[in-house]
């Protein structure tokens, strides 16, 4: 299953307040002001809400380590709705 | 045996010899093992020593079995209440003395790597409830605690990535250029830990020692004290960092060697803008570790619950957190201080950019930490106040509150 990019997106623009964020796989932290380790966490805790899904403590942090990108968290999302 | 010793170094090259010749997986890992194994027991003094130890990591293993098997937040919660209070009460902490009768300290066990052992445990019980971790084993939990590239001071690794490496160990430095650049940087954590670090700590020393004396201070022109404070306020902090981060350069490259992939836990911290930069650029596994398994779940359950209060409340999870990560650096009092001062520096920080979010808006902020004028004096600043943190360690709080007491006086 793929993950509902558009959905997602939307959850993006509303944690971050930014209505002109369009999500890419490649996106990463760096790319959007406001993802911080807080702004990821109220992302995460957005997503759970949104999808009623459940991220492990070591996936929300990997999700944070340097290589990780919207790509990954897309996938994860999808591989939970799965 | 010392990391920065002669013996741990020649174990290191002749182990990672035997090593990179050894045939097989299975007698790679029996080698690592006895290495893991015998560097521990150069720590562990005697037959309760190891009991202790056994039994506290045992522990550890058995509640990670349960866990996977019956994932309930009771009996998670049930093991680490009391995996913290045998903790607290076997490391001594200070403020017991208040709670506790003398005698009940007068039996002390051994408690070199515990608190490692400790952040370890936390971690593979909590991903073991959350079913984050595949293969736990006896054998492979007992080299990830004991992993002789870890067990001291870190770095803090996770089980599940400590596995990956562990379950597949063959050299991963096969090119002669990499190996020569892993003995170089054991060779440079050599140097700064005995050459940097002792001249600093030296420094420290023998300026504590004039400030400690009034009449050595009274002699002192008011230049010269000013200079020996600031001598006395820099040179510990330089002898922490070169110290640690030359252990780091150590261990890394020496788990290089034996086909380990340990993560990195300095990456130039001097740089940072702010304390909560700061705490990702200086031990870093123990920021990380502190902001997963501490700062997340708190976080997070206020979110869920008081969704409206959350943002407000950060900062005080961020006071919660490092504090608590301060208290864990050591029994004292001294410990005490330093966990409040880090609280309040990343608290502190949190509130300040949660205020000029509010003033200015994302774009605001943008343009605020763009500006070249204010990025250098944040850095200046944030290192100051990493320094003043670190001073509450640097010796007893009595007899920081002698120097200071020494210099005013004088300088009145």
Same mark, same amino acid.
């Given at each position: ?9 939307? #959850? ?6 930014d209505?002109t ?10 790319? &959007?002001?406001?993802?911080?380790? !807080?702004?990821?966490l ?11 899904? +459940?991220?492990?403590?070591?996936e929300i942090? +990997? ?5 990780? /990108?919207?790509g990954?968290?897309?996938a994860?999302?999808a *591989?939970?709705?799965? | 045996? /010392? ?9 290191? %090259?002749?182990?990672s010899?035997?090593f ?9 890992? =029996?080698?690592?093992s ?7 027991a150069?720590?562990?003094?005697n ?5 202790a %130890? ?12 349960l866990?996977r ?7 998670? $919660?049930f093991?680490l ?8 009460i ?14 009940f ?8 790597g515990?608190s ?12 073991a ?12 939990y007992l ?15 996770r089980?599940?990535?400590?596995c ?6 063959a ?6 250029e ?6 170089? *940087?054991?060779?440079?954590?050599? =140097? ?5 670090a002792?001249v600093c ?6 300026v ?8 050595? &201070? ?7 004290? =000013? ?8 040179s510990y902090p330089l002898? &922490?960092y070169? /110290?640690?981060? @030359?252990?780091?350069?150590? #261990? ?5 060697l ?9 990456? *130039?911290? @001097? !740089?940072?803008? /702010?304390m909560?930069?700061f ?12 902001r ?7 976080y ?20 919660? $957190?490092?504090?608590?990560? @301060? !208290? ?5 009092w ?7 001062l880090?609280?309040?520096?990343? $608290?502190?920080? +949190?509130?300040?950019?949660?205020? !000029? ?18 990025h ?10 990493v320094?003043l943190?670190?001073f509450c ?7 920081t509150?002698? #120097? ?8 009145t």
């Amino acid at each position: 299953m793929k993950a509902p990019t558009d959905e997602v997106q939307e #959850v993006f623009r509303n944690v971050f307040g930014d209505e002109t964020i369009v999500l890419t796989d490649d996106m990463t932290a760096a790319d &959007v002001p406001g993802w911080d380790s !807080l702004g990821h966490l109220n992302l995460i805790i957005a997503l759970e809400k949104r999808f009623k899904i +459940k991220f492990a403590t070591a996936e929300i942090a +990997k999700l944070k380590e340097d290589n990780q /990108n919207a790509g990954t968290l897309l996938a994860l999302i999808a *591989r939970k709705l799965r | 045996m /010392n990391v920065c010793g002669i013996e741990w170094v020649v174990c290191l %090259l002749v182990f990672s010899a035997l090593f990179f010749l050894s045939p097989c997986i299975r007698f790679r890992q =029996i080698l690592l093992s006895g290495c893991n194994f015998g560097f521990v027991a150069t720590w562990v003094p005697n037959l309760s020593g190891w009991m202790a %130890l056994a039994l506290f990591t045992g522990a550890g293993f058995g509640a990670a079995v349960l866990l996977r098997r019956y994932p309930r937040k009771s009996l998670l $919660a049930f093991y680490l209440i009391l995996l913290l209070a045998s903790f607290v009460i076997i490391k001594q902490y200070a403020f017991l003395k208040l709670l506790l009768p003398a005698e009940f300290f007068q039996r002390v066990i051994a408690t070199v790597g515990w608190s490692y052992i400790l952040f370890r445990q936390i971690q593979v019980a909590v991903d073991a409830y959350q079913s984050q971790i595949e293969n736990l084993s006896l054998w492979n939990y007992l080299n990830f605690q004991f992993n002789v590239f870890g067990f001291i001071a870190g770095p803090i690794q996770r089980y599940q990535d400590f596995c990956k490496s562990w379950t597949e160990l063959a050299p991963i430095l096969t090119e002669a250029e990499s190996i020569l650049r892993a003995y170089l *940087r054991v060779f440079v954590g050599v =140097i700064k830990i005995t050459l940097v670090a002792g001249v600093c700590l030296s420094l420290f020393q023998s300026v504590l020692r004039i400030l400690s004396d009034p009449a050595a &201070v009274r002699h002192e022109s008011h230049g010269r004290q =000013i200079l020996q404070l600031a001598a006395m306020f820099y040179s510990y902090p330089l002898y &922490v960092y070169f /110290n640690f981060s @030359g252990y780091c350069d150590m #261990v890394i490259a020496g788990a290089s060697l034996f086909g380990l992939k340990m993560p990195e836990n300095f990456d *130039r911290p @001097g !740089l940072s803008r /702010n304390m909560i930069e700061f705490w990702t650029r200086w031990h870093r596994t123990l920021g990380f570790w502190i902001r997963d398994y501490i700062f997340t779940p708190m976080y997070k359950a206020i979110a869920t619950h008081w969704p409206k209060k959350a943002g407000s409340l950060a900062f005080l999870c961020y006071f919660v $957190a490092f504090f608590l990560a @301060g !208290l864990w650096h050591g029994s004292t009092w001294n410990f005490v201080a330093y966990g409040l001062l880090n609280g309040l520096g990343l $608290a502190g920080t +949190k509130l300040w950019e949660t205020h !000029l979010v509010k003033k200015r808006g994302r774009a605001g902020l943008r343009l605020y930490l763009q500006n070249p004028v204010i990025h250098v004096a944040a850095i200046v600043l944030t290192l100051n106040f990493v320094c003043l943190t670190m001073f509450c360690f640097a010796t007893d709080l009595g007899q920081t509150y002698l #120097v200071m007491k020494n210099v005013l006086s004088a300088a009145t």
